[in-house]
């Protein structure tokens, strides 16, 4: 009986996605563009996500990102938010003694996907929250976007939770012949 509690608020957790609460604070602008479409700040809710085709290899984000302050001293972190955990999609620091305030760079969709501690058909698709956090001697700025991840999966989370299951029950099951 605990165990098929402790299932069910596990997949709840895992297959509900995050509350949406989009938005940009601190002035900084920043676009990525995906197979040829181009995202930025206005893909914050769910009807508007940025699209990440989490089953194709070889998907490049190529992002440019700039700040209205001085920018000496940096440091940041982007993730995606799945259940209570974030999922980390990059971090980055740097002295920048030249104050360079804009930057622009690609990364790699595989990259991402190498972050889940499962193997790929077990990431869950749906809509989730994209938020970061970009911190200098000038100011900070602070937003999230909504992603989707998107592609099919061979099983599903929800069928590898199930398969989970049935095998500690039945590993419990067999021990209890065992101690009988």
Known sequence: ?????AALIAAAILLLPAVAHAGIDGGCTGSVEIEGITYGPDNDGVSNPIVVPIDKDGVVANWQAEVPFENKAHSGRLGVVVGPWTIRVNDWGDANEGDDRDNSGTYSVDEFKDQFPVPEWLIPRGV????GEHRASGGTCTGSVMVKLEGAS???IAGALGAGITLITTLVSGLRRIGS
């Not at 009986?1 to 509690?5: A, E, L, Y």
């Not at 989730?128 to 938020?131: M, N, R």
Request: aromatic fraction near 8%.
């Open 1 to 5: 009986m605990r165990i098929g509690v």
């Open 128 to 131: 989730y929250q994209l938020s």
């Open 154 to 156: 061979a099983v599903g």
